[in-house]
């Protein structure tokens, strides 16, 4: 390697670092930016739909605007039901509570594994619940910063959806001299929207047969583990074992290790159903990502995004590779490490491939002789 080579590969990853680190201070600006980008890609075929049917653009806008801000109470009504049904556990875990023998299993299994000396129910009655509670109140404090992310999303959801139909007569003012670069942005919404289609539809069957399941079972706050096991379908890979993991430690202190085993069952068969065989046959052309980059993405737009970073890391990941990536011949190779199926060189015209065959023929001196005659 060359010593400009070097010195190049250093300067690109020196920016690329302050970059990531521009990031992470300004996540909490960046964060609701990302989910209102999301969120109006999601909605705006609704006012092209419009458009195409010769109404206005400023309705279609609305629609747009109409359509996002459901999703949005929908998203927040799904957070107040979960609220709720975790304020109802924290209860019946308080001390004179239905369930306050299984929150003293619980802090003794907790002391016992901090290696504290062993204690009954009422000595260990002062670990779990009040951990419970701080997260608890840790999270109504974050109330007005979610307030702030909400009130932020909104915004950027209204001047987004007034851009978002600026924007759709790009291809009519370029014309060609854009197209390629228009297909690709047409091409990355498209994925997005319908990875986000899919997964909600497959998230929506998951949850609801889950709490289903969890209720028949009588494992305790179904609603809860719904909800959790919905949100988790939007984290790739490790969302199956993060939604399962509450609510098997539950059922095993609720009913020892039947119920622990009934709920990995049911968990294993529907969501392993589901989402492992079923769901990439729908979204798997929509993704095009390897499991190791996925993965990769979870864990990076978490650390960089916070919780919000690994509910949008396949976008996140797909806006990054098509940013860094694609409109290149020399990226085809990387593109189709990271799983991108459509990433095939193009292939070679005649011309080339005769004088590719040409440069194959070996040299003969003979020939040679036998043409100079």
């Known amino acids: 390697m060359s010593r400009a080579a070097g010195t190049h590969i250093l300067v690109v990853l020196a920016c690329a670092t302050i970059a990531l680190a521009g990031l992470w201070l300004l996540r909490d600006v960046i964060a609701p930016l990302a989910v ?15 458009v195409r049917r010769g109404w206005p653009q400023s309705l279609g806008v609305t629609a747009i605007v109409v359509l996002a801000y459901s999703v949005l109470l929908a ?5 107040w039901i979960a ?3 975790f304020a109802h556990l924290l209860g019946d875990l308080s001390p004179g509570g239905d369930l306050a023998p299984v929150a003293s299993q619980l802090d003794s299994w907790v002391l016992q594994g901090i ?10 009655a002062s670990v779990v619940v009040p951990a419970l509670i701080t997260v608890a109140r840790s999270v109504s404090g974050a109330v007005i910063g979610i307030a702030v992310a909400l009130f932020l999303v909104c915004a950027y ?33 498209t994925n997005i929207r319908r990875y986000y289609v899919v997964n909600t539809v497959f998230g929506a069957i998951v949850a609801t047969l889950d709490g289903l399941a969890l209720w028949w079972l009588g494992v305790p706050a179904p609603v809860l583990w719904a909800v959790l096991a919905f949100v988790t ?20 202190l ?8 009934g709920v990995v069952v049911v968990y294993c068969v529907v969501n392993v159903l589901l989402q492992v065989f079923i769901q990439p046959l729908f979204v798997s052309d929509a993704v095009g990502l390897s499991l190791t980059l996925s993965f990769f993405g979870v864990v990076f737009w978490t650390v960089i995004m916070g919780p919000i970073g690994a509910l949008l890391a ?14 290149s011949e020399d990226t085809l190779w990387l593109r189709w490490v990271s799983g991108d199926r459509s990433a095939r060189p193009s292939p070679e015209p005649p011309s080339v491939r005769a004088v590719r065959a040409v440069r194959r023929i070996p040299w003969d001196p003979r020939r040679v002789r036998r043409w100079s005659r």
């Open 36 to 50: 209102a980008l999301v969120v109006v890609v999601i909605c705006s075929p609704a006012s092209s739909a419009l």
């Open 75 to 79: 998203m927040g009504w799904l957070l």
């Open 83 to 85: 609220g709720d049904q």
């Open 115 to 124: 290696g504290a000396p062993d204690a009954d129910g009422d000595n260990a």
């Open 157 to 189: 959801v209204v001047v987004m959806a007034v851009d978002a139909g600026r924007y759709s007569h790009a291809s009519t003012v370029f014309g060609a001299r854009r197209a390629a670069t228009i297909a690709r942005i047409s091409r990355l919404n």
């Open 233 to 252: 379908n939007f984290i790739p890979n490790i969302g199956f074992v993060i939604g399962l993991v509450p609510p098997a430690i539950l059922a095993l």
């Open 254 to 261: 609720v009913g020892g290790w039947p119920l622990l085993l």
């Open 314 to 327: 396949v976008p996140l990941t797909l806006v990054a590779r098509a940013l860094l990536l694609e409109g």
